[in-house]
T-cell receptor
Framework: DAGITQSPRHKVTETGTPVTLRCHQT?????MYWYRQDPGHGLRLIHY???????DKGEVSDGYSVSRSKTEDFLLTLESATSSQTSVYFC?????????????FGPGTRLTVL | KNEVEQSPQNLTAQEGEFITINCSYS?????LHWLQQHPGGGIVSLFM???GKKKHGRLIATINIQEKHSSLHITASHPRDTAVYIC?????????FGTGTSLTVIP
């Protein structure tokens, strides 16, 4: 298994508070992704990074920001959490095509915003 | 409209049955992935395809680029195959995902 960890694994927070989720990889993969998974929607891309300090928005980026200061870490920040951001968040990594053989997923973070 | 559509959404099978899950996509792609999400939530990659057919054990994946369609087949299904199967396509730098097919295999 690829070495991808996420922290925390579970978090309960209140509306309006800032939240930061961390993704750490030991595979030296260039690309990293943050997704959210909600019933009926499947996985949706929030933001992705194609290198250190290089990031871009996905389809559901509103209310989220990211940072990648080194290859192994990709942070997702909710500046002011809302109940609509209650979800399961997955981090993933890959190499760019054609070196891509697959995406490797972290174990997920379950976030509840009250 | 989803770029990736899967069918069926839900599937229940008896142990030993042959199973087919379908995926259609509308974007230009460089590769297609089949993923498995276990009941505990973890996601693992089963296959990456850019053409033709691949086989791993009891799993077979095919892709028809002209028709923008892929199928995942499970031969001799087993209760441990119970999971959600997700089709994902790589278009540009992004992956687009189907909503998944929930498979339950009954002993």
């Amino acid at each position: 298994d690829a070495g991808i960890t996420q922290s925390p694994r579970h978090k309960v927070t209140e509306t309006g508070t800032p939240v930061t989720l961390r993704c750490h990889q030991t595979e030296n993969h260039r690309y990293m992704y943050w997704y959210r998974q909600d019933p009926g929607h499947g996985l949706r891309l929030i933001h992705y990074s194609y290198g250190v300090k290089d990031t871009d928005k996905g389809e559901v980026s509103d209310g989220y920001s990211v940072s990648r200061s080194k290859t192994e870490d990709f942070l997702l920040t909710l500046e002011s959490a809302t109940s609509s951001q209650t979800s399961v968040y997955f981090c993933a990594t890959s190499e760019p095509f054609p070196r891509t053989d697959t995406q490797y997923f972290g174990p997920g973070t379950r976030l509840t915003v009250l | 409209k989803n770029e990736v559509e899967q069918s069926p959404q839900n599937l229940t099978a008896q142990e030993g049955e042959f199973i087919t899950i379908n995926c259609s996509y509308s974007v230009g792609i460089s590769a297609l992935h089949w993923l498995q999400q276990h009941p505990g939530g973890g996601i693992v990659s089963l296959f990456m395809l850019s053409s033709g057919k691949k086989k791993h054990g009891r799993l077979i994946a095919t892709i028809n680029i002209q028709e923008k369609h892929s199928s995942l087949h499970i031969t001799a299904s087993h209760p441990r195959d119970t999971a959600v199967y997700i089709c994902a396509v790589l278009g540009g730098n992004q992956f687009y995902f189907g909503t998944g097919t929930s498979l339950t295999v009954i002993p």
